[in-house]
């Protein structure tokens, strides 16, 4: 079977008046992408959130299981900070993206899922589906 190609993972952080800088200093960590809140020409339509993003991808780490450890790390060196940011109103997730051809699939080692249940964000997984 084959694996997911030109994947990336993402912790993200959203709220619809989030100050990315705000979250940047609390985090200690420096994102990839930022968004202030309000209309984004190239973001989904009707999606106004503000939005902070540190993601891995095929330029930090090579496989999947190795970018989700990447930002892992990062996630667990922040965590009581993530989860001040959740009760003061922020969506805190991790994102996993990727092209999935026929039969694709995608492999998660066991201590990475132990890892993700134990920090509590939600996790999502959005297959492309579009022909290369």
């Not at 190239?42 to 959130?49: L, M, N, R, S, Y």
Request: proline share 7%; charged share 25%; net charge negative.
């Amino acid at each position: 079977m084959n694996e997911w190609v030109l994947t990336d993972v993402s912790l993200v952080v959203r709220k619809a008046d989030l100050d990315p800088g705000e979250v940047t200093e609390r985090l200690g960590l420096q994102p990839t992408a930022v968004r202030a809140p309000g209309a984004d020409r190239w973001g989904p339509p009707g999606e106004t959130d503000g939005q902070w993003r540190l993601t891995s991808d095929e330029r930090t780490a090579r496989i999947l299981p190795d970018q989700l450890r990447e930002i892992l790390s990062a996630a667990e060196g922040c965590e009581q900070e993530l989860h001040a940011l959740q009760r003061e109103g922020c969506t805190v997730s991790l994102a996993v993206y990727g092209f999935a051809g026929h039969g694709a699939r995608i492999f998660l080692p066991a201590d990475t899922v132990s890892r993700l249940a134990r920090l509590g964000f939600p996790l999502t997984v959005t297959p492309n589906l579009n022909d290369r």
